[in-house]
Nanobody, 124 residues
Framework: QGQLVESGGGLVQAGGSLRLSCAAS????????MGWFRQAPGQEREFVAA????????YYADSGKGRFTISRDSAKNTVYLQMNSLKDEDTAVYYC?????????????????WGQGTQVTVSS
């Protein structure tokens, strides 16, 4: 059974940076594309970024383009989300997820495994 564990969240000032990590176990890591989603209080969960199983393709929501970078390390079975120039509106619980169909990478419904989430709070 696949398991995903996020880490790296915390409190950061606006304009600062954070790097989130998501360690995967119990699944063939390179066979899954990985995604990051976030959910702010009172808001629906939204797509942030995704990376294909081979790491060749990436896709970002408009909210993170130019500020966020998703990457993966197959040797460590870990996916990362580097977040720079953080804004108040980036405050949310961030979740990583693993899915088999790249075609549905922006839809949470297309993912098979989810982590428990890590809180990111940006203060101004």
């Amino acid at each position: 059974q696949g398991q995903l564990v996020e880490s790296g969240g915390g409190l950061v000032q606006a304009g600062g940076s954070l790097r989130l990590s998501c360690a995967a176990s119990g699944l063939p890591f390179s066979s899954y594309h990985m995604g990051w989603f976030r959910q702010a209080p009172g808001q629906e969960r939204e797509f942030v970024a995704a990376i294909s199983g081979d790491g060749f393709y990436t896709y970002y929501a408009d909210s993170g383009k130019g500020r966020f970078t998703i990457s993966r390390d197959s040797a460590k079975n870990t996916v990362y989300l580097q977040m720079n120039s953080l804004k108040d509106e980036d405050t949310a619980v961030y979740y990583c997820a693993a899915g088999r169909l790249w075609r549905g990478a922006t839809s949470g419904a297309m993912y098979d495994y989810w982590g428990q989430g890590t809180q990111v709070t940006v203060s101004s």
